[in-house]
């Protein structure tokens, strides 16, 4: 009993401590010691207990880490938390097999397998992406530079490399062993702040175009419930706050409004479409707007979309774009042809049908400043925190990304800094500057290099939180491009070959010859 007490004490601790690196607290220094604790509970225990201990670890670190989810309902955390618990397992076997029966040390295989079981859980059951170990890091620049060739994932890895080896350094009884459990990593990280140095030095950014943020603050009981405020009244703040941005110097070459900012189906309502035109026009400036669409087919049906829309300086609307990755249960039911009935309990718990369609692809929008053409593509919410999508877009020869965001039903929780730390890696991985405009924050802009000054975030009375306002900048341009952006996430694919091929090797190898160990 004292040993299975130890064991749970020591996975609960790993959980706790791991939870802690990220917002709110977002001690990242914690990180690089946190998953000691579970490493330790390994080496201790028998084969079964390994793979349910990595599962109680995923449930400790999991639901504290996105304890902003009950905000709109606990149900949606705990259906979140007993999935990744199970993505993680991807991480238990190849560590496991690879300790306790080819012998090898932590090293060798920790930091591969868990960028392994990150890299699955960004695509398993159509993926979630979050709380990557090296987002941890996401102030520390030029450590996480790295993220342009490796991505995320790269930063994981020397983070789990540093645990892995502070615990082979007290395991390990040869010196020469020691000296090369602790001389490895310090290679790595060496090399990492090295180049990291290096492409902050020899970054050259010039002056894009003058993108204007637009932060309605809109309660997301008005967006569902329309309480307080008519739709109209949504549309008059962003209208009036769009001429408070137009108040500058110089206008805005693109005005951004946030996520389903326009109320209603903007290509299907007059009202509202003829409001935004007549502002464009009136201003000679372009607009891009978060909203509804609404399409009507031949056959009689109908086709609703998460939409962004671009409106040109004559009023007319040049692009859209469709969400392509929609939210499971917040914007399509992937239970609805199996269990109908679903449908209902979801309108009857969050007031809304999540009927919605995704889209085909990129906008590929095009801009004019200063007689230069840009190009930039949107994303909208959740599709930011997939790397690989974003990557497609950004190839599309973007000059700089747009997130167009509602973080509203998330109240004033932590989940705005923890989007915050992912937005920054999306910048570093493409090299491209990324515009965020969220209806209740944070907004504002971060430059090619993951940086945000604090004048570059939408801030009002200290808040850059559930405040309306307005912000100008000019985006940066960056004329590098990254290895990231040519390659995408082959590092981790690979991390991910290499754990299916060590448990494979361990399977043939079986049981004999292996070190005895305690449960």
């Known amino acids: ?13 790993s959980g706790v401590l791991l939870s802690a690196a990220f917002p ?45 989810m009950t905000v ?35 090293l060798a295989v920790a930091p591969v397998a868990w960028v392994a079981a990150e890299f699955f859980r960004s695509f398993a059951l159509t993926g979630y992406a979050w709380l990557y170990v090296g987002h ?72 894009g175009p003058r993108v204007a943020i637009v932060q309605g603050n809109i309660p997301q009981s008005v967006k569902v419930q329309a309480v307080k405020m008519s739709t109209q009244d949504v549309m008059d703040r962003h209208l009036e706050l769009t001429l408070e941005a137009m108040a500058g110097a110089e206008t805005p070459d693109l005005v951004v409004w946030a996520e389903t900012m326009v109320p209603g189906y903007l290509n299907a309502d007059v009202r509202f479409l003829t409001q935004a035109a007549d502002l464009a026009r009136r201003h000679r400036t372009r607009l891009l707007l978060g909203s509804n669409a609404y399409d009507q087919l031949a056959d009689g049906g109908y086709r609703k979309a998460n939409s962004v829309f671009h409106v040109g300086e004559d009023g007319r609307l040049r ?15 992937p239970y609805r042809d199996l269990l109908p009935r679903t449908n209902e309990v979801i309108y009857q718990t969050a007031g809304f049908l999540p009927d919605l369609e995704d889209g085909e692809g ?73 515009v965020r405009c969220g209806n209740t924050g944070i907004s504002g802009f971060i430059d090619p290099s993951g940086r945000i000054d604090d004048d570059d975030l ?38 991910l070959v290499a754990v299916i091929v060590v448990a494979f090797v361990a399977l043939l190898r079986g049981t004999k010859g292996a070190p005895r160990v305690s449960g």
Not at 1 to 13: C, D, E, N, Y
């Open 319 to 333: 692009d859209r774009y469709d969400k392509t990755h929609l939210v499971p249960v917040g914007e399509y039911n």
């Open 72 to 106: 709109v309902a606990a149900a949606g955390l705990a259906v979140t938390v007993f999935h990744l618990g199970f993505f993680q397992m991807v991480f238990a076997v190849p560590v496991f097999a690879a300790r306790h029966r080819l012998r090898l040390p932590y």
């Open 136 to 207: 941890t890091q996401w102030r520390f620049l030029e450590l996480i530079q790295i993220a342009d060739f490796a991505g995320a994932f790269g930063v994981s890895f020397l983070v789990v490399a540093v645990n892995a080896a502070l615990l082979d350094a007290c395991l390990l009884r040869n010196p020469r062993a020691k000296a090369a459990a602790i001389a490895v990593p310090a290679i790595l990280l060496a090399g990492a702040l090295t180049y990291g140095g290096h492409r902050l030095g020899e970054a050259e950014f010039r002056d």
């Open 1 to 13: 009993m004292k040993r299975f007490a130890s064991q749970l004490g020591l996975v609960v601790l």
């Open 362 to 434: 990129a906008m590929n929008g095009e801009l004019e400043s200063g007689g230069t053409k840009y190009r930039f593509e949107p994303v909208i919410c959740y599709e930011l925190i997939f790397p690989e999508l974003v990557r497609s877009y950004a190839a599309e020869d973007a000059d700089f990304l747009i997130l167009l965001t509602n973080d509203a039903w998330w109240a004033d929780s932590f989940e705005y800094e923890q989007f915050l730390a992912i937005s920054v890696f999306r910048a570093i991985e493409n090299r491209v500057a990324l």
């Open 24 to 68: 709110p607290l977002d001690l990242g220094f914690v990180a690089w010691f946190a998953l000691v604790p579970l490493l330790l509970a390994f080496e201790r225990a028998r084969r079964r207990g390994a793979v349910w201990w990595i599962y109680l670890h995923s449930v400790v670190f999991f639901t504290m880490g996105l304890w902003w």
């Open 458 to 495: 939408l801030t009002r009375d200290g808040k850059t939180k559930n405040v309306p306002g307005v912000l100008v900048r000019r985006v940066r341009i960056d004329d590098r491009k990254s290895l990231y952006l040519a390659l995408g996430d082959v590092f981790a694919k690979a991390c």
